[in-house]
């Protein structure tokens, strides 16, 4: 089974889609499920698993009632406060959908690069292992650094790194990067999105040998089942088509034994959210 496993849904406003800039045209307009099947299903991709992209409960409930309607989205990653007092109530009221496949917090936006490591964030987040949801990291390449002792403190919590991290690949720079990725990939309870490089690197003039030595480099420490392909789609958009994107991983992982490239394109998916 082939699953996109990071993808976003929004109606968008200026207001609820700050994040989304003038340098973003291209996003500031709705992407919803009937613009995203036709382009899975041109790919055989039977499903999806559908990433917040506003920091609401609003917005989860919301991704769960779409999933609802939709059965090929097979899961949400929704966002609710885990550094709240609300956080026990909130978890116990939306894992009674069983749609409800992660939870992310948009840690990259955050002021301080140790905002993880912060006490009652962490507190929520050790929430999460009662409900057997995993934990989606978003985070920039300085933050990498303190990944390892944040992932450390909750060794029975499945993560699943986003983006592998965001590399500097427009400007192909691949340490620290590289060895902090390779530290944090020595914890085995952390998966790896092959997801979001083409918008790391210069939109308009990206060519796949410029974003190879960062997958090489995720593969060889993460390997086939801990890595799953995601498209980030729209905001893929702002620098590739879905299909490119997707031409680009199938040739980077052709090589593998089909059970390896199974795994990357959708097994490994199944296996840390559960499907």
Known sequence: MRIDSHQHFWHYSPEEYGWIDSSMVRLQCDYLPEDLKPELEALRIEGSIAVQARQTVEETRWLLSLAGRNRWIRGVVGWL?????????????LTENELLKGVRHV???????DFMLGAAFNRGLALLHKYQLPYDLLILEPQLSYASAFV???PKQVFILDHIAKPRIAAQELQPWADQLRKLAERPNVFCKLSGMVTEAHHGTWQK???RPYFDAALEVFGPQRMMFGSDWPVCLLASTYSRWFQVVTEWISPLTSSEQAAILGGTAARA???
Request: glycine residues 0%; aromatic residues 4%.
């Open 81 to 93: 406060p885990l550094a709240s007092d609300s956080a026990p109530e909130l978890l116990e009221e």
């Open 107 to 113: 840690i990259q936006d955050e002021r301080e690069d």
């Open 152 to 154: 450390d403190r909750h």
């Open 209 to 211: 040998e410029d974003l």
């Open 273 to 275: 959210y559960r499907l």
